[in-house]
């Protein structure tokens, strides 16, 4: 079982910046880490994903303002980092982390982001 804490939403204004940060509760092997988010009315939809090598992934519409890295140091938390700029209304939504191990996902509860216009 793999349990994730997520940090970092909150209000900002349009333009602002975040960043979300997610971290295993245990030492867990993770393989590939993301961020997931979903707003009112919506499906949840993919955002970002970063492969324990570093590969990554984003969503064609955050492409160009958001970040995602990973340390993969020894506490074996694996801290997964979205760094979002250049934020939109339409951003606004909750965002989950989640961490893929053994085929099996796990998510955290989620963060709720929201951008004033």
């Known amino acids: 079982q793999v349990q994730l804490v997520e940090s970092g939403g909150g209000l900002v204004q349009a333009g602002g910046s975040l960043r979300l940060s997610c971290a295993a509760s245990?030492?867990?092997?993770?393989?590939?880490m993301g961020w997931s988010r979903q707003a009112p009315g919506n499906q949840r939809q993919p955002v970002a994903w970063?492969?324990?090598?570093?590969?990554?992934?984003?969503?064609g519409s955050v492409k160009d303002r958001f970040v995602i890295t990973r340390d993969n140091g020894d506490s074996g938390k694996n801290p997964v980092h979205l760094q979002m700029n250049d934020l939109k209304a339409e951003d606004t939504a909750v965002h989950s982390c989640?961490?893929?191990?053994?085929?099996?996902?796990?998510w955290g509860k989620g963060t709720l982001v929201t951008v004033s216009s």
């Open positions: 245990g030492r867990d092997y993770i393989e590939a």
């Open positions: 970063i492969s324990r090598v570093g590969r990554t992934s984003l969503e």
């Open positions: 989640y961490a893929e191990k053994y085929d099996v996902t796990y």
